[in-house]
C-alpha cells in the first residue's frame, strides 16, 4: 500500500504560470518535508512542516511556497516558475526528526 | 561548513562481488547516519541508520561502519546482483543535528 502520494507524476507548467503539487501521508507522521533534486545531483531541502510549524530553508526561493491544511496533506505551490525550477520534487515524511523517512514518488516538473 | 561528499563517479561491478560506497564529512561530527537507494526517476528508500556509537550495522547483505575518527562511513553490498544498481545516497543530520543532509550518492552498476 503506498504510504506517500504524490500528484502528479509529471507536471507540464508555462514559464510564469502558477502550479501547485501535491503530497499525502497515510502514516500519520508528523514531519512532512519538500525537496527539489535536479538531474544527479543530491535531494535539496526546501521547507518542512513540524505538525503545523514551518520551517523555510534559509536559501529557498520567494517563489515556493507550501501549505499543510492537515496531518496527511502538504502542498508546494511555485507561484511563478521560471526554466531553473523544472526539477523533480520530492514529498517526504517521517515521524520525528531522527527517524528514517519516506519518499514519495516525485513529481517531475518540466517548465515550457 | 559541513560537507558530505560521495564519490560521484559510478561504480561498476561483476555480479557477485562486494560493492564499496564511501561518505566522507568534514567539519562536524554526526551523531548519526542514514543511508538510501534511489532509482531512476523515484524517490529515495530508507536502507539504514547507524549511530556513532556504533561500529557497524548489518541488515541482508548490506553492511554499513561508521568510523568517527576518520569521518567516514563505508556502504558494503556482498554478493552482489544486477538488481542492486541504483544510486546509494549518505545523509547524515546537519550541525542542528534536526535535518538530514543528502550527499551527492554514488552509482553503482552491477553487471551479470
Known amino acids: 500500500d503506498a504510504m506517500v502520494i504524490q500528484n502528479p507524476r509529471y507536471q507540464v507548467t508555462q514559464f510564469g504560470k502558477p502550479v501547485t503539487l501535491s503530497c499525502s501521508q497515510t502514516?500519520?507522521?508528523?514531519?512532512m518535508y519538500w525537496y527539489q533534486q535536479k538531474s544527479s545531483q543530491a535531494p535539496k531541502l526546501l521547507f518542512h512542516?513540524?505538525?503545523?510549524?514551518?520551517?523555510n530553508e534559509a536559501d529557498t526561493p520567494d517563489n515556493f511556497q507550501s501549505r499543510r491544511p492537515n496531518t496527511s496533506f502538504c502542498f508546494l505551490d511555485i507561484r511563478s516558475p521560471g526554466l531553473g525550477d523544472a526539477a523533480m520534487y520530492l514529498c517526504?515524511?517521517?515521524?520525528?526528526?531522527?527517524?528514517?523517512?519516506?519518499f514519495g514518488p516525485g513529481t517531475r516538473l518540466t517548465v515550457l | 561548513s559541513q560537507k558530505i561528499e560521495q564519490n560521484s563517479e559510478a561504480l561498476n561491478i561483476q555480479e557477485g562481488k562486494t560493492a564499496t560506497l564511501t561518505c566522507n564529512y568534514t567539519?562536524?561530527?554526526?551523531?548519526?547516519l542514514q543511508w538510501y537507494r534511489q532509482d531512476p526517476g523515484r524517490g529515495p528508500v530508507f536502507l539504514l541508520l547507524i549511530r556513532e556509537n556504533e561500529k557497524e550495522k548489518r541488515k541482508e547483505r548490506l553492511k554499513v561502519t561508521f568510523d568517527t575518527t576518520l569521518k567516514q562511513s563505508l556502504f558494503h553490498i556482498t554478493a552482489s546482483q544486477p538488481a542492486d544498481s541504483a544510486t546509494y545516497l549518505c545523509?547524515?543530520?546537519?550541525?542542528?543535528?534536526?535535518?538530514?543532509?543528502f550527499g551527492g550518492g554514488t552509482r553503482l552498476m552491477v553487471k551479470p
Open positions: 567539519n562536524y561530527s554526526p551523531a548519526y
Open positions: 502514516l500519520n507522521h508528523n514531519v
Open positions: 545523509a547524515p543530520p546537519n550541525n542542528a543535528g534536526n535535518m538530514l543532509t
Open positions: 512542516y513540524y505538525d503545523k510549524d514551518f520551517n
Open positions: 517526504a515524511t517521517s515521524r520525528d526528526y531522527r527517524s528514517e523517512q519516506f
